[in-house]
């Protein structure tokens, strides 16, 4: 497993050095102001976390005042291996001098990158899949979105509560945040949401995590395989392994099969969502693999492109001899440079040596423990959970009711953690969940620093004030 000495090296191990007054400071204050002229107020995290990036390395960022943060953001779960990592740098620099930009056509790295992608699949895809490539999670999830429903000349998609699979036609048709979805209706019709089993939030008395899996899981083959419930000509069932945006929420042991058994018995596809949870993030390369499923077809994206723009929609062979061929053009789609980066990604990635998914595993169980003693004495810690480095704290009034804390009171919790040298963005149903999701690279000091910040914030109150 790869030392801390060599991880360290991958970040600046000063982090965090807050050397102006507040931040952003006066330079980066300069160019934010500036970027609201230019750049749409509708960015979440430009608007949201005021700050102005510069350099990256690791999982750490520096801006142009000299201030150096720990990244706990990890880009939303995209810089898995760290930004900036040597051997992606290398790899961009090298194919750069060969051929980017190409077209959907073939080209040398973007094959390579489509057997690599098969090969590291879960099971059931793994060496008997074909990829078809975006360049982002929306975009991927549109591309499952037709290609099920042309597959099985379907209509309806079933998603569920909490869901997050992207803003654009149908997949923002499927998240279901009130802040992505008020305003920009009518949303795409055909979609159905199902209960995710979120056993901190679950509406009905239950014993049991289990049982809250259970009756979530009872409900969808209700849904899926009883006359007059209005699922009657379904394409797909699109589910997160781990719900992201709805709160960092890990389904009960056992719940995914479940569902992949109702897809079965209906007749329609199992898709899976992997593009926040997945590569790595959680312990294993795609985090469905917890739950020993087998997807008919996986979208994903994020950490396999890291500092490069690169997601897919990967299905079965079979599935891929019932599309048309000649039908669907993918103009801008595997970049040389970005298959390139990804191919990088993923050697770092199944490294044996340095094994960053054994060690997310191991941190993340010592991290949870860190925040689940501190929560033990914490009169806002509802509740923590998580997998690997994937880590989600809700945050609540009282913890008998488990009403949340304003969402407000949130949004000031993070620009505080800033302004002491933390980045990290909330997430949740009433965003009041902060989530820990740095580069699998990131050193045990920099997390142990991060989660001392965070719970020294909390535990002053000041994030209440004002």
Request: glycine share 10%; with cysteine; net charge negative.
């Amino acid at each position: 497993m790869i030392s801390e000495e060599e991880l360290t090296k991958l970040s600046y191990p000063e982090a965090p050095k807050i050397i102006t007054a507040k931040v952003p400071g006066p330079k980066g204050q300069k160019i934010y102001d500036m970027s609201l002229k230019f750049q749409t107020p509708t960015r979440v995290g430009g608007m949201g976390l005021p700050f102005v990036w510069e350099e990256a390395r690791g999982a750490t960022a520096k801006d142009p005042d000299g201030n150096i943060v720990i990244n706990m953001t990890g880009g939303i779960a995209v810089n898995n291996v760290g930004q900036c990592h040597p051997k992606v740098v290398a790899a961009i620099r090298e194919q750069a001098g060969k051929v980017m930009h190409t077209i959907d056509m073939v080209s040398v790295v973007n094959e390579k990158l489509s057997e690599r992608v098969s090969q590291i699949m879960p099971k059931g895809l793994r060496g008997n899949c074909v990829t078809a490539y975006a360049a982002s999670g929306s975009g991927a999830v549109e591309t499952a979105v037709k290609y099920v429903r042309f597959i099985t000349k379907k209509t309806q998609i079933v998603a569920f509560h909490g869901s997050y699979h992207g803003v654009w036609g149908w997949s923002n048709a499927m998240t279901c945040g009130d802040h992505y979805r008020q305003g920009w209706g009518p949303l795409a019709p055909y979609i159905i949401h199902a209960p995710y089993p979120y056993y901190y939030r679950w509406p009905l008395k239950v014993a049991s995590e289990a049982e809250c899996g259970e009756e979530a899981a009872d409900y969808l083959d209700y849904l899926l395989n009883t006359p007059y419930t209005g699922a009657h000509d379904v394409a797909a069932v699109i589910v997160e392994p781990v719900e992201g945006e709805g709160g960092y929420v890990i389904p009960p042991a056992g719940f995914l099969k479940r569902v992949q058994e109702s897809c079965r018995k209906n007749g329609c596809l199992f898709v899976v969502d992997e593009v926040q949870a997945g590569f790595g993030r959680t312990g294993k390369m795609w985090s469905c693999e917890w739950d020993d499923v087998e997807p008919d077809m996986m979208v994903w994206g994020k950490g396999v492109g890291g500092d490069q723009a690169i997601t897919g929609v990967t299905f079965r062979r079979d599935l891929a001899e019932k599309l048309q061929p000649l039908t669907q053009p993918l103009t801008f789609t595997a970049n040389g440079v970005s298959c390139a980066a990804a191919l990088a990604n993923i050697d770092i990635m199944t490294d044996e040596n340095d094994d960053l998914m054994g060690r997310a595993s191991i941190v993340g169980e010592e991290i949870m423990k860190k925040l689940r003693d501190a929560a033990e004495k914490s009169e806002n810690i509802g509740e923590v959970r998580g997998r690997g480095f994937m880590i989600g704290v809700e945050l609540v009034e009282d913890k008998k009711t488990k009403e949340p804390v304003p969402s407000m009171a949130v949004v000031k919790l993070m620009w505080m953690m800033r302004d002491r040298g933390v980045l990290a963005f909330p997430c949740g149903r009433y965003t009041n969940v902060m989530r820990f999701m740095p580069a699998l690279v990131c050193t045990r000091e920099h997390f142990d620093k991060s989660v001392d910040i965070f719970l020294d914030i909390l535990s002053s109150q000041t994030w209440r004030q004002g």
